[in-house]
C-alpha cells in the first residue's frame, strides 16, 4: 500500500499568515490546502502564491462547490490548483463539470461527502463517473456536536472503490494512525499543527506517526 499523505488545511484569511503558516510545514506534509474560509477571502492569488513558492506540494482548494462545476473550478486550475473539491450533496452534473475540468487540467477532484445522506451511493457514484478522491469530512459544527468521522470512514472503505480516501474531522497525533489503519489514505489535519506552539514540530510528529503507520 502507498504511503498516506499528510494534507494541512489553512483557514485563516490573512494572505501573509497563510504563506508564513505553509513555509513551517511545507517539508512534513503532501498537500497544502487553501481551506474554504481563505479561499473565499483571497482568491486565486493565494493558488498562484502557494504553488510557485512550493512546488514540490499539491495544493487543494477546498471550493465545496455546489453548481457550476467546470465553470468555477476550471481557474483554479489553471492557477495551479492540484486538487479542488466538489460536494457530494450536489448534482450529479456539477460533480461531473468538476472532474471534466480536473481532467482537462492533468489534476485531481475530490468529492466531499458532508452532510451526503447516503454517503455509499454517492462515494460509489462518484467514482463510477471519474473522481479520483472521496472525501469523509466530518465539519467543525458536527465535530462541536461529539462527531467524529471514523464509522462514514468505515463504512466507505468497506466499499473498496479504488480511489483515494481522504479523512478530515479534528484528527491529531491520538488518532491519525488508526485512521489510516481503518482506510484513511490522505489525513487532513489543521488545528493539530496550527495551534500548537511549534506548527513545525507537530508536523514532523504527525509526519513520523504517518509514516509509521
Known amino acids: 500500500m502507498a504511503k ?6 489553512l483557514d485563516s484569511l490573512d494572505f501573509d499568515q497563510t504563506l508564513a503558516l505553509a513555509e513551517q510545514v511545507a517539508p512534513y506534509v503532501d498537500i497544502l490546502e487553501v481551506g474554504t474560509p ?10 498562484t502564491a502557494l504553488k510557485t513558492k512550493f512546488p514540490n506540494n499539491l495544493i ?3 471550493l465545496k462547490t455546489m453548481d457550476a462545476g467546470e465553470y468555477e473550478a476550471t481557474p ?10 466538489v460536494l457530494g450533496v450536489s448534482d450529479k452534473a456539477t460533480m461531473g ?9 492533468n489534476a485531481e477532484a475530490q468529492i466531499d461527502l458532508i452532510s451526503v445522506k447516503d ?10 463517473n471519474g473522481a479520483q478522491i472521496i472525501g469523509v469530512h ?3 459544527d458536527a465535530q462541536a456536536a461529539g462527531q467524529t468521522p471514523f464509522a462514514d470512514l468505515q463504512a466507505i472503505a468497506s466499499l473498496n472503490l479504488g480511489v ?9 497525533k491520538d488518532t491519525i494512525q488508526k485512521t489510516i489503519q481503518a482506510g484513511a489514505t490522505i489525513v487532513v489535519v489543521g488545528a493539530a499543527i496550527y495551534g500548537a506552539p511549534s506548527p513545525a514540530e507537530s508536523a514532523k510528529e504527525l509526519r513520523a506517526l504517518v509514516d509509521a503507520a
Not at 454517503?119 to 463510477?128: G, I, L, P, R
Open 138 to 140: 466530518t465539519g467543525l
Open 38 to 47: 481563505c479561499i473565499k477571502y483571497n482568491g486565486l492569488e493565494i493558488v
Open 164 to 172: 483515494r480516501i481522504s479523512v478530515a474531522g479534528g484528527l491529531n
Open 97 to 105: 463539470g468538476v472532474i471534466k475540468a480536473a481532467n482537462a487540467n
Open 60 to 62: 487543494l482548494v477546498d
Open 76 to 85: 483554479f486550475y489553471e492557477a495551479g490548483a492540484d486538487i479542488c473539491t
Open 119 to 128: 454517503k455509499k451511493a454517492v462515494a460509489t457514484e462518484a467514482a463510477k
Open 4 to 9: 498516506a499523505l499528510i494534507q494541512m488545511a
